[in-house]
């Protein structure tokens, strides 16, 4: 039988769990945040070496280049064993997140090639990660909330 009461309030973080999936999709969303977190570090670290104008040797710099990347490439597969193993509710909240930061990008884009056509200064393209990230996790959030 149904009834009309509300459902009560979950924090974010309930919010979260509440939609993380199996143990096993846990477990791999772990796997994907380590290598996130890794390629973070690193892209952090590669930058601020790059552009201190250091003596550098060009195995070095050259190192520096490849481990994100190659770190990031890692993710992109950890993400896809993910995705490929995760149950149909944690995929659907997955994609609606992907959706909305693939759709947040192209209006951020063009919006803002508008706006540097105006007068504005160039886009980074580190604004436009920010705003595809912030947008992934928005419609998980949202997702999650959504499917509760």
């Known amino acids: 039988m149904m009834t009309n009461e509300p459902l009560p ?14 143990l096993q999709d846990q477990r791999n969303s772990r796997r994907f945040t380590f290598w996130c977190l890794a390629w973070a570090l690193a892209y952090v670290g590669a930058s601020w070496a790059l552009k201190a104008d250091m003596d550098l040797a060009p195995a070095l710099v050259w190192s520096l280049v490849f481990v994100p990347i190659l770190l990031m490439i890692g993710a992109v597969f950890s993400y896809m064993h993910f995705l490929r193993n995760a149950d149909e509710l944690l995929q659907k909240i997955q994609f609606q997140g992907l959706a909305m930061g ?47």
């Open 102 to 148: 693939f759709a947040a990008a192209v209006v951020f884009v063009t919006g803002y090639q508008l706006v540097e056509a105006a007068g504005a200064n160039e886009m980074q393209t580190d604004h436009l990660m920010l705003v595809m990230i912030f947008s992934w996790v928005g419609g998980q959030l949202y997702g999650s909330w959504r499917y509760r």
């Open 9 to 22: 309030r979950k924090s974010i973080l309930e919010l979260i769990r509440s939609c993380s999936g199996t």
